[in-house]
């Protein structure tokens, strides 16, 4: 019965800002039904996570508990983060999920402790470098707690464990406990025990975790509590007097008195299993939990020995009302709370004993929720006893009110007690039901009023999925000025009495951009309303503004927080003109250089591209003209699309009139736009007329002639702007001079008849040839003897044996050899002369005779009168030779004197040829 009481008390939950994980020390392993610690941790990390964030799953976080201690994930934390945190530890430490249900039955201080016996706790925090294994990682760290919080909390030691001791003063103010700071030796962790003068009962240590911000034992295995140094940002957030750091210490020991987590994340629990700083401390169904373990502060108060003394006396009316009021707990089944006061003889005595408590969803973590309603948990009645006699304590009932059912108040109207002395009233239950009931029990010598039933009212922000507490910030989403966005927050009433809302007031800087409508101004308990806010900001940047709401909650009557959304720029279009490779401003004059001067009579058309470079739809609307009647505009697209490739063409055109002459017309033209910086576009435009200049018809075809050209009924090769039968043609060949690489000859003349035009003839003069070839123009590319060497190059045309050319052996040294024969004609002057001194002369002979046989190859002797003779001859032919050597650059060949016979003139050039030979043997005679 006990373990099923504690089950419906001490329940596990997930929400979405701290995991916890634990299990019953007495479960176990179910066989083959439980899965590997692996597959388990995978599991309830994916459920646990996704349970966290709104997602409802019927097995969510069965599977994140261990037989010895609750694990406090970072809000943060992933699932891959807590399998991991997870999958390696022992199959045995995952169990079939019963409740947790151990309290603290012994300490160091007092020994044993009965169930609703008051008694110590002591707490010691763990010297630096102490060693400390977890469970969930496997491994041993050394303990940094002093130096982690020393340097980096606020105030150094002694503010951080004001913070510990404030939070363990909490839970000691709610029930019978008394905690007490004591210095810790040091030794093995978790595994000693408290012990007075060495350690206390609950040791607390800091070492790097991980995922969880800490974790806890429970209290069979010692209540230990382990806090994760990686997380020191959320231990020294100074908010609301350092409330994350005494809410996470509150939570731990919750685990550490025997507690698991709830759901659902209301955020109205202290042992849900994520951190809500929405709230100070233990909830009313984390102080339900604690009173079933170990009492109310009151305890033990069961016996009228251990009566709780309240004070008094009471008197008559007459002399004064004294009202006595306190609160308590019926922990478990069959308690009774018993409170003490003294009354004169003759004073009426009134009792109201009243039950407190609400409505409220609860539920095991991963299981369903129910609604309790801790209002009617229990039946209450009140007896009022007398003491008859002090040795031994007697007393006798005076009276004893159970009229009414679980849910409603016990009332005993003042009835005049005409004994004085100690009285008791007793609170019991006769319902035999084993559930926490708390109440309010009032005693006066005066009438007693039902209590006005509190109304509590919670504010929670549906939009952002998160509490609302006094003095936070709600954050609308980013607007654009002049647009709207909406944001909802919802008003629950948590109390027991009706929740008024008098009024709900904004201020500050951005008032102006916030408004609200409330559905109802009465929330019934257990009921809510919504307050739509609507954020329209006339500015941009942040906008700030505080909303109070005016309850009849007696806690929080006013109840206040901030409005900040940021505000931006509106989309708005803009409007870029451009044109003839130029942006076109606002305003600006078109002339000359979009509309050049035109003959009257004539159009002319100017293209203007449009884009948008905003970020809104651009409208173009309203083109106008105001001026001349000649200019026409059109727009082929009135919206065009933000920052696209979408663009819009205007056209303005031009049309002159043929009589207009020389003048100046002028137009505006005025587009009207949705763009914010230019609502209307203007241009002004500017276009010029000439006289047109007389009309030019050069070939008499009746067409001017730029539109004779223009339309291809004449040519113009040279580009002049002049047809070409009105220009020169020299040779008329139908190509006029300026077109003709030949001018001066007909492109047809063909004067050798040879069928090829001269212009195209490389020898026109010679009806055998159109290229000159190796012989030259008129000689014939001829090889007589077929050596190989044609005529005109060859010195032997007719000797087949002789190939010798002319280009190789004479031609070479030709200018050398001319200068030779002048020499040669002197030599055979100076020969005759030595023949006539030297006539007879055998040695001569002799000579003459070897140089003869040298030349001509023969031994024949040469007479004297021979030698003279020919001597002569040669004479003759070097006179001949210089003539022809002045003519040969005039020839047009090697071979060719132009009109003369090409036979004659090779045979002159053989002949000379001939005669330098034989100069050269005369020479050498």
């Known amino acids: 019965m006990h373990a099923a009481r504690t089950n419906r008390l001490i329940r596990i939950a997930s929400t979405t800002m ?17 899965p590997t610690a692996e597959q388990l941790a995978s599991e309830c990390a994916t459920k646990t996570v996704a349970h966290a964030h709104g997602h409802d799953h019927d097995g969510a976080g069965l599977c994140v508990e261990l037989a010895s201690m609750s694990v406090l994930f970072n809000p943060h934390a992933s699932a891959d983060e807590i399998a991991d945190s997870l999958k390696g530890l022992d199959q045995d430490q995952f169990a079939a999920f019963e409740p947790q249900g151990s309290r603290w039955t012994f300490t160091a201080t007092d020994g044993n402790v009965a169930q609703g016996e008051r008694f110590t706790l002591t707490y010691s925090f763990v010297p630096d470098g102490t060693d400390v294994f977890l469970i969930t990682t496997g491994d041993t760290a050394p303990s940094n707690l002093f130096a982690t919080l020393d340097a980096n909390f606020p105030g150094g030691r002694s503010a951080w464990k004001a913070k510990f001791a404030q939070a363990f003063a909490r839970w000691g103010e709610l029930t019978n406990i008394n905690f007490v700071e004591v210095s810790d030796d040091g030794q093995v962790f978790p595994n000693a025990l408290g012990q007075t003068g060495a350690r206390g009962d609950i040791r607390i240590a800091m070492r790097p975790i991980g ?83 170990y009492g109310d502060a009151h305890e033990p108060n069961d016996a009228f020995a251990d009566a709780t003394f309240i004070g008094g006396p009471l008197r ?32 009426p005595v009134a009792m109201r004993v009243e039950p407190v408590g609400s409505a409220y969803e609860v539920g095991p973590q991963g299981g369903t929720t129910s609604v309790i309603d801790a209002t009617a948990a229990r039946n209450l009645a009140v007896r009022l006893w007398r003491r008859t006699s002090v040795q031994p304590l007697q007393f006798q009932m005076v009276a004893q009110i159970d009229f009414n059912e679980a849910g409603e108040a016990e009332y005993y109207p003042p009835v005049p007690q005409f004994v004085a002395g100690l009285m008791v009233a007793q609170v019991y239950s006769t319902d035999n039901v084993d559930d926490v009931q708390q109440y309010r029990l009032k005693i006066s ?16 922000d549906l939009t952002a999925g998160t509490q609302v507490n006094d003095g936070t910030t709600v954050r609308p989403a980013t607007t654009r000025v002049n647009e709207t966005t909406s944001h909802t927050l919802v008003i629950s009433n948590t109390g027991n009495g009706p929740l008024e809302i008098d009024e709900i007031t904004l201020q500050g800087p951005g008032a102006a951009d916030y408004s609200f409508v409330l559905l109802q101004d009465t929330v019934q308990p257990g009921g809510s309303t ?18 109070t709401i005016f309850s009849n909650d007696a806690d929080q009557p006013e109840f206040g927080f901030i409005l900040s959304a940021t505000a931006l720029e509106p989309l708005a279009p803009e409007m870029r003109v451009s044109g003839n490779g130029q942006t076109i401003e606002d305003g600006q004059t078109i002339a000359d250089e979009f509309f050049p001067t035109i003959d009257a009579g004539e159009s002319h058309t100017v293209e ?20 001349d009647v000649r200019f026409t505009a059109s727009i082929d697209r009135l919206t065009i699309a933000p920052i696209a490739t979408q663009t819009a063409t205007l056209t303005i055109t031009f049309d002159s009139q043929p009589d207009d002459g020389d003048g100046l017309f002028e137009t505006q033209v005025t587009m009207a736009t949705n763009d914010p910086n230019q609502a209307t576009f203007t241009l002004n435009v500017a276009a010029t007329t000439a006289q047109p200049l007389p009309q ?44 003709d690489a030949f001018p001066t000859i007909a492109d047809d003349l063909d004067s050798d008849n040879d069928g090829t035009p001269d212009i195209q003839d490389g020898c026109p003069q010679d009806a055998e040839k159109t290229e000159p070839g190796e012989c030259g123009c008129g000689v014939e590319d001829v090889d007589s003897d077929n050596d190989g060497v044609l005529d005109c190059n060859d010195a032997f045309p007719f000797d087949p044996t002789n190939g010798q050319n002319e280009d190789d052996d004479q031609n070479e040294d030709e200018d050398e050899e001319n ?46 009168d021979q030698l003279d003779e020919e001597n002569d001859d040669l004479d003759e032919v070097d006179d001949l030779d210089e003539e022809l050597n002045e003519m040969v650059p005039l020839l047009p060949a090697p071979c060719g004197f132009g009109a003369l016979s090409a036979g004659m003139m090779c045979m002159l050039s053989l002949a000379g040829s001939k005669s330098r030979v034989r100069r050269r043997g005369a020479k050498s005679a």
């Not at 004294?322 to 004073?347: H, I, P, W």
């Not at 609507?534 to 942040?542: D, E, L, V």
């Open 18 to 34: 701290m995991l916890a994980l634990t299990l019953a020390a007495s479960a176990q392993p179910i066989g083959n039904r439980l």
């Open 211 to 293: 995922s969880p911000l800490a974790v806890n034992f429970y209290p069979q295995f010692g209540g230990d509590m382990i806090m994760d140094s990686q997380d020191i940002g959320t231990f020294t957030n100074p908010s609301n007097d350092f409330r994350s750091l005494r809410n996470v210490i509150a939570h731990e020991h919750g685990h550490g008195l025997g507690m698991k987590h709830v759901i659902p994340t209301s955020g109205t629990k202290l042992m849900e299993p994520f951190l809500n700083t929405g709230f100070d401390g233990p909830q009313e169904d984390d102080i339900r939990a604690a009173h079933f373990l």
């Open 316 to 347: 008559k009316p007459t002399e004064g009302t004294v009202l006595l009021e306190e609160e308590g707990s019926l922990e478990r089944l069959d308690a009774k709370d018993c409170y003490s006061f003294t009354a004169f003889a003759g004073s």
């Open 445 to 460: 010598n005066v009438a007693i009023e039902a209590t006005q039933e509190p109304a509590e009212m919670s504010v929670f």
């Open 530 to 547: 919504n307050i739509g806010i609507s954020f329209t900001p006339n500015a941009t940047g942040q906008r700030v503004a505080v909303m």
């Open 608 to 627: 203007f591209t449009i884009r948008n470079t905003g970020d809104d739809v651009l409208n173009i609307s309203n083109m106008t003209l105001v001026g």
């Open 696 to 739: 030019q018809d050069c070939n008499g075809n009746g067409i001017e002639d730029a539109d004779d050209i223009t339309n291809g009924t004449s040519e113009d090769c040279d580009g002049d702007g002049q047809p070409d039968e009105c220009q020169t043609d020299s040779d008329n060949d139908g190509l006029i001079d300026a077109c």
């Open 819 to 864: 200068e030779q024969d002048e020499d040669d004609n002197q030599e055979n002057d100076d020969n005759e002369n030595d023949d006539n001194e030297n006539n007879g002369n055998d040695e001569n002979d002799d000579d003459l005779n070897d140089n003869e046989d040298d030349i001509d190859g023969n031994d024949e002797d040469v007479d004297d």
